[in-house]
């Protein structure tokens, strides 16, 4: 027996993340280097491409998320994070007009909470939180075992909220270490599973601003779990004491006793969730 299969996207600021899923597991993928500044006309090309490669016979649909705000009835993506092209664009519209296949368009950040909450470690939970830290800071909220997106796909843009000299963004993104290091995450990561005691205290420092985010979070959504994805993600063990230090002061200490905060152990949550979305869309 055969099962329709949905070409999915994760569209980041430095990658696209693009793979066919198949009956609830992504069979393929790849992940494409991305240059977000190219035109419009560019972007669109480089996309059609990563769709092609895992384009079938059996493909009934495509399903993306997308770093940004997005009209998901209508599939239209508007001042996409880090693509200066998408101010406005009807993603949807054109991807069903050049394919003639049903398309579905939702915040990145989105798609990956909804694949933690059925395929990961938000899975059993009715209330999670999924919080992405990459090239910027984003978090997506499932409240009683549905994604809760807001009026405008807005909830959980906590990136933008202001914090210290900047905002959110410059301090829980992979941003943060380059801005106030020089150097990046991966490297620094590196330094410090070797001892080096700036780079364990970069991250112990990284914790604490974390800390703050997740505060935010916790008393506006109240959730059992946290699931952090993201590139920083890697380097959850080398942050994580600092979470917790810093949560000491957090007001409700039941709401703390009560909190699971874990990383995500698998790569294509964003891919499974975009596609469990679509699936939604057309029941």
Sequence with gaps: MSFPSIVTLDIGGTKI?????????????????????????????????????????????????????????????????????????????????????KVYVNNDVNCFTVGEHQFGAGKGYDDIVGLCLGTGVGSGFVIQN??????????????????????????????????????????????????AIEAIDAFDQFGKHLAQAISHLLLVMDPQVIVIGGSVSHSFDLFIEGVWQALDKFPYQKVIDNLSIVPSTQDNSALLGAAQLHLASIR
Excluded at 19 to 39: L, Q
Excluded at 44 to 62: A, P, V, W
């Design 17 to 101: 993340n693009a793979g066919r899923y198949v009956n609830g597991v992504i069979e393929e993928s790849h992940s494409f280097e991305f240059c977000a500044t190219k035109s419009s006309e560019d972007i669109e090309d480089f996309i059609i491409h990563c769709i092609d490669t895992f384009l079938i016979q059996s493909t009934m649909g495509i399903a993306i998320g997308v770093p940004c705000i997005v009209d998901t009835q209508l599939g239209v993506v508007y001042d996409a994070v880090n693509i200066p092209a998408w101010k406005e664009f009807d993603l949807k519209g054109w991807l069903e007009a050049h394919y003639k296949l």
């Design 146 to 195: 549905q994604l809760y997106q807001g009026h405008n796909c807005s909830a959980g843009e906590v990136g933008e909220v202001s914090y210290l000299s900047s905002s959110i963004d410059h301090y829980c993104s992979g941003r943060f270490f380059e801005q106030e290091f020089g150097i990046d995450g991966a490297t620094l990561a590196k330094q410090a599973r070797s001892g």
